[in-house]
């Protein structure tokens, strides 16, 4: 599979809350969305209220999701090609996000554009860490969040930050097989080589196909 690893969880997690949506109940404090928590260098958190449209709750409000994607979260503003009302994406995946503060592939879009976005003001404006923190107070029952706060952190160069979400997003859907991997990425990383080699064994017995975990262990002579 020539997929990068992080594509594949994301693909995989958007998969799995799709066919699973109608089963979650209401998070707790649904109906309100506050600003929370900080940017990784130290500002507080903040951004507009829902005002007269949501917020609304990606896996369960369905029938409001439409209205906002049709007009803000188009696919050349998931993909970071331009915006719709506005020239920029972020501008409409802020949007998005506004309404519906967890809604997997806009986060996974600003968690993109925070990432490789080369515009310093636009990404200290629209912090994913902002959106990711709001999301989990929203929803603190959807695993879809913790885990891209944990692919965020962890790209970004911070895996013990990254564990504890990923540690987290296990709690609330243990053995998803992506997210194995990567727990066993950031084991690597943090130089804990026998958690690492326990969540691989897990990950590729289960059908994980991606062989950079397993060669990083192999150099590192914890590959039985």
Known sequence: MNTHPLQS???????????????????????????????????????????????FDFRIDKNKL????????TQDVEQLIRGVSVTHPIGDIRYTLTKIP?????????????????SARLKRENPAECFLQRAIRYAPDDAV????FGLYLHR???????????????????????????????????????EASRYAQQAYASGVTFPGLKRKLQQAGQWD
């Open 9 to 55: 969880l994301v693909a995989a997690i958007f998969t799995l809350y799709a066919l699973l949506s109608s089963t979650f109940a209401y998070a707790e404090g649904r109906g309100v969305a506050p600003w929370v928590g900080e940017t990784l260098d130290g500002r507080q958190c903040s951004g507009p209220g829902t005002e007269n449209y949501g917020p």
């Open 66 to 73: 439409p209205i906002v994607e049709n007009y803000h979260f």
């Open 102 to 118: 967890n809604h997997h592939r806009a986060l996974y879009s600003a968690v993109r554009f925070s990432i490789s976005d080369p």
């Open 145 to 148: 969040p913790h885990m891209l």
């Open 156 to 194: 970004l160069g911070h895996p013990r930050d990254s564990l504890k979400h990923y540690l987290q997003a296990e709690a609330l859907t243990p053995n998803d097989v992506n997210l194995l991997y990567n727990m066993g990425l950031v084991y690597f990383d943090l130089g804990q080589y026998s």
